[in-house]
């Protein structure tokens, strides 16, 4: 068996061979498709490929994954023998990436499979998208507020808005650049839709993706993106380890007889889910349940922002509990669930039942007794939640729930 690592760059990867228990060098390889092709014809299926993760890695590791025994992802982050390294070229990093592997020392990387990688493109399109048209808002309402031009009371970017919005007493190349960014806007927001429905369709046929919905204030984008960022969810073996995954665990240094430190949160792993669920907090918080009462008793020791990152990281913990034992939330609100379902089936462009004889499946929604039948429940949850709070407080040493337990324990 040969062990072939490959230091990978953007346009070529310099390439070492293990066998034998020697290390060769063999050359540079062009990161081109007919290249690398010709390149895997010289490859047995026994033969073993390590490979740094990096922006081209997912191409190389599905050219040459059905030609070899096993394509094995190192994580750059954590190969301290080639980030420390004093004396750093491209044939000794390749050279101990071989030599780690065999060694069995390797820290890899999972490789998603291509229906999760395909969502992942999805979702950080959707994203680029959302951003490129919040920077176009920002500016128009720059020129606004440089001539000193109230802000519109109602929403700008609607048809109304846009015709206020072209009244305005503008220079005419202020208006120009007006007219520029609301005709992107406009074009933006054709393939934002496009991609809501590629997304929405995607969600339908996705069970874990309605399984997270059923948690308030979670919605279609955060789930999928949840979806998405997870892939296999045993390949996480306890609620930590996916916390430290969204890098929402907290930085922890400890060194001799002096305590540890814990600082912030190391926002090392998939940022995007991470900010998915930060925001999923923020909208939590105004919404009534236990989660609610959670984020308020954080904000009340540590502010606002500290209570949103502290539900985000529970929130990655219930996501672990729920796709593991494949679950729904336990304090769902029904009916809010069937509007948002319905809600995405029309965004993926199901018919409309508009003006028909039956109810739909979101008509309960419609009901305000409904609404705030549910809103009751949730809100008995909330309080269930700060008694508990209360009578922890007053049986644990240290003032914080479970504090308690664990003295028993330890």
Not at 147 to 163: A, D, E, H, M, Q
Request: proline share 4%.
């Amino acid at each position: 068996m040969r062990i072939i690592a490959l230091d990978v760059h953007r346009s070529f990867a310099q390439m070492a061979i293990l066998e034998k228990g020697k290390i060769q060098d063999a050359g540079r390889i062009d990161l081109e498709r007919s290249r690398l092709l010709q390149f895997a014809t010289k490859l047995k299926p026994d033969d073993e490929i390590v490979i740094e993760a990096t922006g081209n890695t997912s191409a190389i590791v599905r050219l040459l994954s059905p030609l070899v025994g096993r394509v094995v992802i190192a994580n750059p982050i954590l190969v301290r023998a080639i980030a420390w390294a004093k004396v750093k070229t491209d044939k000794i990093d390749a050279a101990v990436l071989a030599k780690l592997h065999a060694s069995g020392f390797l820290p890899e990387v999972w490789m998603p499979d291509e229906e999760t990688e395909t969502r992942r493109r999805v979702v950080a399109e959707r994203t680029q998208l959302v951003s490129q048209m919040t920077r176009l808002k920002n500016r128009i309402h720059s020129v606004l507020h440089a001539n000193l031009i109230p802000p519109y009371k109602g929403t700008l970017f609607s048809k109304r808005g846009k015709v206020w919005l072209m009244a305005q007493p503008l220079a005419e190349d202020q208006r120009r650049v007006v007219l520029r960014h609301v005709g992107e806007l406009e074009r933006l927001g054709g393939e934002l839709a496009q991609v809501d429905k590629s997304l929405a369709q995607t969600a339908l046929q996705e069970p874990r993706v309605e399984r997270l919905m059923t948690i308030t204030g979670v919605d279609v984008t955060v789930a999928l993106s949840i979806v998405a960022a997870v892939g296999d969810i045993e390949r996480f073996s306890s609620p930590e380890k996916l916390v430290s995954y969204f890098g929402l665990n907290p930085r922890v240094r400890q060194s001799g007889d002096k305590p540890a430190y814990h600082g912030r949160i190391t926002k090392q792993g998939r940022a995007h889910a991470r900010s998915m669920l930060v925001e999923a907090a923020w909208v939590i918080s105004g919404v009534p349940g236990p989660l609610r009462a959670f984020f308020m008793r954080i904000r009340d020791k540590r502010g606002k922002q500290a209570a949103a990152v502290a539900t985000a990281r529970k929130l990655a913990v219930i996501v672990w509990h729920m796709l593991m034992k494949e679950e729904d939330y336990t304090w769902s609100r029904p009916a809010l669930l069937d509007w948002k379902l319905r809600k995405l089936e029309l965004t993926a462009g199901y018919p409309s039942h508009r003006g028909g004889r039956a109810k739909g499946s979101a008509a309960d929604y419609s009901n305000k007794s409904v609404r705030d039948r549910e809103r009751k429940t949730m809100g008995n949850a909330e309080e269930v939640y700060r008694r508990f709070v209360a009578t922890w407080k007053q049986k644990s040493p240290s003032g914080r729930p479970g504090a308690a337990n664990e003295v028993r324990q330890t």
